[in-house]
């Protein structure tokens, strides 16, 4: 179904002298065939940040002024809805599309400086920098429909980038500092994702700092589209509102109820975001790890996707994934990103790494100190345990069973 609604959507194109698309991102420019080439200093930066008084497009060069050329690109995004961690989303995609024009290139060169490279018959097509200004604002838009007004600044100046990067250098600061200690309770909003459900009608994601998206997603990509992109035929992500916390433990939430059983049409009405019992979260197909109970031993195993071999009760990658793809599985499963092994809030409501009595050898490692020290020892892997009686000796030789 998206792909038929995608080609509905006649994305812009830039007004540039050279083709332009997606398909130019890897190409390798020849380095002997060169019309142009700047390379930034040591203090480079190519960075998007909010800036309230952008009120329309623009682009700006500030030209070399001493003798040590710089290179180095600043957007800046007037929409009063964009905050730090939205532009390192947009920041992410900007990457990504000032690589689309044929025969130009920003790339890094090694020494934590950018590289500008245009090609001899970019430049003789007429392609200049304003041009590059133009396509970022395009693709940008393109990207984010809501984005509101873009400045793009291209810094030329050694000098003049040395006395930006400490701004620019607490701006990044204080962005990761948000990022890092967003969480459940601090937010208004979670975030939720539908993509997935063209393969399961009864699966929407709803996906907080404390519960990252099962496939790896980060939150703060799903918040970019749900505010500037919110009708993305690909991408359908909405802001959650949490609404009343019914229960801190098991991470229910009136809002998240509500907006779940909007989204499936009724399939889905609880969810527990840290719980793989009673109401756990819906899956799609694309998860990272499942979560499972195993009831011999009232123990959670976690195995990994890739995992090769079979879990001590016998289950596989491909038998689990078939368990719970698009939610066939009502309860005592779950399906989890590998960041959440990390998260403050990993299966409260089951007891958390007390609970856990397998998982595999790669997930384990993973978690290292998320894990409780005294119970480091106590969780067996393949490597201990490969059926249900080695599990079972494995648990009493730890005294937990
Ligand atoms: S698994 Fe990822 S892509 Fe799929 S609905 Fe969830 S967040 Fe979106």
Not at 268 to 281: A, C, D, G, K, Q
Not at 352 to 363: H, P
Request: proline share 5%; net charge negative.
């Amino acid at each position: 179904l998206p792909n038929i609604r995608a080609r509905l959507v006649e994305p812009a194109t830039p007004d540039v002298p050279v083709p332009t698309g997606r398909i130019f991102t890897r190409e390798k420019v020849d380095e002997n065939n060169l019309g142009l080439s700047i390379v930034g200093s040591g203090s480079s930066f190519m960075i998007v940040k909010p800036s309230p008084d952008v009120r329309e497009d623009g682009v700006r060069i500030v030209e070399k002024q001493g003798s040590d050329s710089g290179f180095s690109v600043l957007v800046e995004l007037g929409n009063d809805a964009v905050d730090p961690p939205i532009t390192l989303w947009v920041q992410a995609i900007l990457r990504r599309v000032i690589n689309y024009a044929k025969g130009v290139k920003v790339k890094s060169d090694g020494n934590g400086g950018l590289r500008f490279s245009v090609t001899k018959e970019a430049v003789d097509g007429g392609f200049e920098l304003e041009h590059l200004g133009n396509l970022i604002q395009t693709e940008l838009r393109n990207e984010f429909p809501k984005i509101g007004p873009i400045r793009v600044s291209f810094i030329l100046d050694a000098q003049e980038e040395a006395a930006l990067e400490p701004g620019i250098q607490s701006f990044v600061d204080e962005r990761t500092r948000q990022i890092k200690e967003a969480n459940e309770d601090s937010l208004e909003y979670f975030y939720g994702c539908t993509r997935c459900r063209s393969f399961s009608l009864a699966h929407a994601c709803t996906v907080t700092p404390d519960r990252p998206a099962q496939c790896s997603k980060p939150w703060y990509q799903l918040k970019a589209n749900a505010v500037l992109s919110p009708n993305d035929v690909y991408d359908q992500c909405t802001l959650v509102e949490k609404g009343k916390c019914i229960d801190p433990i098991k991470g229910e939430y009136e809002g998240v109820n509500t907006s779940t059983e909007s989204r499936t049409e009724g399939r889905v009405n609880r969810v527990f975001l840290h719980s793989i019992f009673e109401h756990p979260h819906t899956a799609c197909s694309c998860f990272q790890n499942v979560v499972y109970h195993i009831p011999e031993v009232d123990g959670l195993a976690i195995m990994n996707r890739g995992y090769e071999g079979e879990a001590p009760n016998g289950m596989t990658w491909t038998k689990l994934a078939n368990l719970v793809a698009g939610r066939q599985y009502e309860e005592g499963a779950a399906t989890i990103a590998t960041a959440y092994l990390h998260s403050k809030k990993f299966l409260k409501a089951d007891g958390g790494y007390n609970r856990v009595v397998w998982m595999t050898n790669v997930l384990k490692k993973t978690a290292g100190n998320a894990i409780p020290e005294e119970l480091r020892d106590a969780i067996a892997t393949e490597n201990e345990a490969s059926t249900l009686d080695e599990l079972k000796g494995f648990l009493a030789s730890r005294g937990r069973m």
